[in-house]
């Protein structure tokens, strides 16, 4: 099953600092057939307006996975973990027992991410927090593990759930297949370019809901970047 889920169809909030589109129920927007989709809970696909973010705020038992699209994100938390992600890049914060956080925008230009909430496995557990580099090149025409928490995905920053968030840069006209397995759920969004999942087409920013297929591949119709999560 291959279920696509247009980016003009999500819902979402204009706070005029933020404008966010919510693949799944989130904040104000209730949908209740779209509340998480196996242990992925939340994607929000974020524009944060230059010199503003979200101030100090709470979270516990989630892992968070920030991947910068434009622009770049400034975290601080309670700490005392602080760091700059740029475009490209991955940050992961594993609330655990509780953590408070706060997320900048302190460019000249917007900044757009992808903000993927995940169920951890267990609750509690030593909060933490961690980013890195993942340069496209490196993942050129294939799904590099950018966050992971299933064994031998080494250089994947580690999240405490039996799920990963790969990304893969796709040349126009180029393929990549991707093994999903009985009992997982795949979520698939193209963070720029249009693509084909099996013959499903998505325009950029628009999600995939995938599920019940062995393995499914992934064409670019034009130059494209993807972001997936597969979770239990």
Known sequence: MIERRPFNQLGGADHGWLKAKH????????????????????????????????????????????????????????????????AGDVQVMSAGTGIQHAEYNVENETTRIFQIWIVPTQRGGAPSWGARPFPKGDRSGR??????????????????????????????????????GAGRHAYLVSAKGPVEIDGVRLDARDGAAIRDVDAFNVTALEDAEVVLVDSA
Not at 166 to 174: Q, V
């Open 23 to 86: 693949h799944f129920s989130f904040a104000g927007y209730h949908d209740p057939a779209r509340m998480h989709w196996g242990n992925l809970r939340v994607w929000n696909d974020d524009e944060i307006a230059a010199q503003s973010g979200f101030p100090p705020h709470p979270h516990a038992d989630m892992e968070i996975i920030t991947y910068v699209r434009d622009g770049a994100i400034t975290h601080k938390d309670s700490l005392g973990n602080q760091g700059r992600t740029e």
């Open 143 to 180: 799904f590099v593990a950018l966050a992971s928490g299933i064994a031998g995905d080494g250089d994947a920053l580690p999240i405490r759930t039996d799920a990963r968030v790969l990304g893969a840069t796709l040349k126009a006209g180029e393929s990549t297949r991707y093994e999903l």
